[in-house]
């Protein structure tokens, strides 16, 4: 049985996560736009309704981390904005701008939801404003680090890309296909090896050490 006070601060959080995570999105999608792609534009994917941009699956994966571990942990995504790196002047230097720019959104967020923390909770309290504060600084810097991650199709793998000669940038993106595979793969092994805490290193950049991370 769902703890009744961990869903009523899941539900207080999840219109700040939602927007974490569409804020992610509409960068990828601004940036494009910016370089000269309107797909995502035409597709009503700039807009900050975040249901266009709800993903199933990561949305199941909100509501499971975060009960799973008591409230102490979320990871979800929501559905990549859709990009034509065609219309690009350089598709292969465009692409690696706007796999920049969610890790950016996320850094952004992360430090913004820090400052206030930090401006309202000097020193940390039980309090359930700061524990939802907190998630959506977790999910931000979660969303930043695991997207840097250089594996197909992750925003990481597309700032590599950028650094790559012509010839191996084909075949760097030729492993989009498996990009779901690498993915659970990838989420499979940091479950496993409990990699996500591991984070809590990068706590420390944001956050006084007097939250005790």
Known sequence: MIDSQLLL???????????????????????AFRLGDETAFKRGRLSANPLRHLDPLGTIMLFLTYFVSGGTML?????PVPINPSYFKNPQRGMMWVGAAG????????????????WLFPVPVDSTFLGVLFLVFQLNLILMA???IPVPPL????????????????????????????????FFVMIQFNLISALTGLYHLFLPASYGF
């Open 155 to 186: 925003d990481g793998s597309r700032i590599l890309g950028g650094f790559l000669g012509r010839e191996a940038y084909i075949r760097w993106i030729s492993l989009d296909r498996f990009g779901m595979l690498f993915i659970m793969l990838l």
């Open 146 to 148: 695991f997207n840097l």
């Open 103 to 118: 890790p950016v959104a996320n850094f952004m967020l992360a430090s913004a939801t820090a400052l206030v923390m930090k």
């Open 9 to 31: 601060q899941f539900l207080i959080t999840l219109p700040a996560l939602l927007v974490s995570m569409v804020f992610h999105e509409v960068s990828h999608g601004y940036v």
């Open 75 to 79: 990871f979800g995504w929501a559905k």
